[in-house]
Structures are given as structure tokens and as C-alpha cells.
């Protein structure tokens, strides 16, 4: 049994009993992740920090940052992060995150507590983030129905919501990083992205489960909001993202 860098075993087993094996299945996968044990070691509130941090090492999305927009943020390890590398405080909010689920504070974060889809989101979002984003994130994943391809449906509605959303909101150079599902990602929305972004890729980060589905959009460059986007459009839509581990 290895030992991890908080003295936990690996490797351990959930004893039969009440749970039902589906459950019993989880909580031992949980308590044997290693990225579960090292968000407790290093104070994140979930182990989804990591996802981002590796990302973020390999593709530089946060450095220089002023202003992050947080979609889909409880439990708040994303959240954290962006009040880090933004040097947000409460005299001065450069983070607003938003989550239909309740999020405990984190100072220097402006929480809503609001589905995302609600139409008065985006104005709040921009008046809490208190100016222009340099990027929004989304980690958004829709409540799991058990019907798989209508889970898959809703996740990727979320990610394309609020791929328009980066559109219209973020800062020339700023960049949009979404959760989304492997062969997920609509051929519109790419091209849309393309169209705007000077770089649009696929990223499977190690820390996400090799089991799950999940992959990450990232679209990075944003090239602001002036006309002469619409022909670039054309072009955009013929080659497939690379796809980045
Ligand atoms: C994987 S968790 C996010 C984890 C987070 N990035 C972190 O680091 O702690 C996905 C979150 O998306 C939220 N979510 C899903 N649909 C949403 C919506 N329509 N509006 C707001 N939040 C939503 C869920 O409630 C859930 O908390």
C-alpha cells in the first residue's frame, strides 16, 4: 500500500455493509485519488483545482490576468485560483463566479448564487466582476439524469452558452476555457470559436479521469469584437482543433 504526502494509504478498501456497491465503488475511489488527498494537503476545495493548474502550466491562460469570470464554480477550487493569480480582495473584486448550488465565500470572489442560464446571469456577472474579463472559465456539468446522451446534451448546451457569453464579454488577448465531452464539441461552435480565437484546442489534463468523457475547450486569443471577424469564418471551419494532453 503507498503512502501519500498527507500519510493516507492507498489502495484502501471500503468494508461491505450497508452501502450499495455502486456507492462503496465511489467513496474508494475517492479516498484513493491522489489529487483528492493533495487539494486537502494544499487547502483546494476539490480536486478539479489541478485540472486547471495543469492547464493552465502548459498553456499560460492565467499569468497577467486582472479580471476572471468563474462559470459553474462550487465548491470554489477554480475560484481560489482566479482570486490568486488576479490578487483579488474584497476592497478590490477582480473575481465573480457563479453556481446554482451553494458556494461557502472565499474573499476577493463575488458569488452568485444563480443558474447561469437565468437571463439576468450575464449583466450580474459583468457588474460583480466590476470591468471588462480577461478570461471566463466554465466548468459547468449538468446534473447527471442517468440517461447518458441527455446528460452529454446539457453539458455541452452549458459550453456553448457560455462560449457566446466569452464572446461578447471578454478583453482583446483574453481566453475562454470550457469543460466539454470527447467528440463533443459542435462543428458551429468550433467554427464560431475559430472565427474568434486565434488558437482553439482539445486538452485531456492527466488529472482528469482517464474513465471519464470529460475534455476541456480552450480557446485562447481572443481577437475583440471588431468587424472583419466574418470572413475568416470560411476558412475557420475546415480543419479539426488538435488535440493537446
Ligand atoms: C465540476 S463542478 C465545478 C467545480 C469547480 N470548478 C471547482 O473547482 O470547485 C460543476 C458545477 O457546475 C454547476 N452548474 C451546472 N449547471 C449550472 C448552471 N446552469 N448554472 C450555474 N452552475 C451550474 C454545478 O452546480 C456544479 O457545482
Sequence with gaps: MTKTPVGRKLGQRVKKGKLKASSRRWLERHINDPYVQRAKLEGYRARAAFKLLEIDEKHQILKGARRIIDLGAAPGSWSQIAAKVTSSTEDDIRVAAIDFLEMAQIPGVKFLELDFLDPTAPDKLMAAVGGTPDVVLSDMAAPTTGHKKTDHIRTMHLCEVAAYF?????????????????????HDLLAMLKQNFRQVIHIKPASSRQESVEMFLLAKGFKGRKAGNDDEADHAEDDAPEVSG
Design 166 to 186: 466569452a464572446v461578447e464579454v471578454l478583453a482583446e488577448g483574453g481566453h475562454f476555457l470550457a469543460k466539454t465531452f470527447q467528440g463533443g464539441t459542435e
